[in-house]
């Protein structure tokens, strides 16, 4: 079946640190993935997205690479700030579907 | 543009009761999604329709929740008796079919059930 899964958080970093969240998936045929942030308080937004092997998907500092032979999808930033800490979910739609399939989330926690 | 609108935000409600949960999705959206959030077990995609008409509700729990949407611009999600299990979040996205997989999600409903 398709499924997405993350690593656990949460993740606590110091400002400006370098952010890595690994994301690993399983699906039949030619998936879309996508990265989607959600503020406390609030629904989920869509952050980057990737629609073929080794696209890259970039947004506000974030980047992910669609890496088909590792079936991974890992979120990166170079320099985290406050304002980024929120939960990070790592998500597929399959092949021709409209449904998206998340993963379990990674809280990030910024400290000044 | 107003973006998903979902009422109420918040809805307490004792046991046995029934609840019905709105959902106004983006004006030209053909998709709209119903998920519901725990910490236990995270987002979990119930239904969701095309069109007005549902595709997969293969993550609707049981009979006592159902959802319909009787026209383009609301759609709703009952549960119907309450259970102190249904405490969650429950969200409503729509999207455009021309954009799959960009998902456009409410501020969502904080559903207790005492």
């Known amino acids: 079946g398709n499924s997405v899964t993350q690593m656990e958080g949460p993740v606590t970093l110091s400002e400006e640190a370098f952010l890595t969240i690994n994301c690993t998936y399983t699906a039949t045929g030619y998936p879309s993935l996508f990265w989607y942030v959600q503020y406390p308080g609030e629904g989920l937004q869509l952050l980057l997205k990737a629609t073929k092997a080794d696209d890259k998907g970039s947004n506000k500092g974030f980047e992910a690479t669609y890496r088909k032979e590792t079936t991974s999808f890992h979120l990166e930033k170079g320099s985290v700030q406050v304002s980024d800490s929120a939960v990070y979910f790592c998500a597929l739609t399959p092949d021709s579907s409209y449904k998206l399939i998340f993963g379990s989330g990674t809280r990030l926690l910024v400290r000044p | 543009d107003a973006g998903v609108i979902q009422s109420p935000r918040h809805e307490v409600t004792e046991m046995g009761q029934e609840v019905t949960l709105r959902c106004k999705p983006i004006s030209g959206h053909d998709y709209l999604f119903w998920y519901r959030q725990t910490m236990m077990r995270g987002l979990e995609l119930l239904i969701y329709f095309n069109n007005n008409v549902p595709i997969d509700d293969s993550g609707m729990p049981e009979d006592r929740f159902s959802a319909k949407m009787p026209n383009a611009s609301f759609s709703t999600l009952k549960i119907q008796p309450s259970e102190p299990r249904d405490s969650a979040v429950y969200f409503c996205?729509?999207?455009?079919?021309?954009?799959?997989?960009?998902?456009?999600f409410g501020s969502g409903t904080q559903l207790s059930v005492l």
């Open positions: 996205a729509s999207s455009s079919r021309t954009q799959r997989g960009k998902l456009f």
